[in-house]
Nanobody
Framework: QVQLLESGGGLVQPGGSLRLSCAASGSIFSINAMDWYRQTPGNERELVASMRASRIANYADSVKGRFAISKDNAKNTMYLQMNSLKPEDTAVYYC????????????????WGQGTQVTVSS
């Protein structure tokens, strides 16, 4: 069983910074992708930042230059450094991962974290 546990959300003033973490635990053989999504009430979940096994990162246009995704492979942990936060960044942030639990499994399984609230307000 694989679990993704997010942490680091909270209330921050506009212009401030937060660092989100997503730790994957359980039966993990290999991780193909780890992404950050966010969702606001009444809207679909949107991709914020993604990183593949190649370590190439991609960002939504709305966060380019302000957010940075990184991974610590030894800890199976992903981070999202969020700088220059704006009120429109307020959302529940979710981490997503594609994981193989063993070398004998040929397909990737998708997992979601429980979400962490980020509120940007003065």
């Amino acid at each position: 069983q694989v679990q993704l546990l997010e942490s680091g959300g909270g209330l921050v003033q506009p212009g401030g910074s937060l660092r989100l973490s997503c730790a994957a635990s359980g039966s993990i053989f290999s991780i193909n992708a780890m992404d950050w999504y966010r969702q606001t009430p009444g809207n679909e979940r949107e991709l914020v930042a993604s990183m593949r096994a190649s370590r190439i990162a991609n960002y939504a246009d709305s966060v380019k230059g302000r957010f940075a995704i990184s991974k610590d492979n030894a800890k199976n942990t992903m981070y999202l450094q969020m700088n220059s936060l704006k009120p429109e960044d307020t959302a529940v942030y979710y981490c997503y991962a594609e994981i193989k639990p063993s070398p004998y499994v040929t397909t990737w399984s998708s997992y979601w974290g429980q979400g962490t609230q980020v509120t940007v307000s003065s």
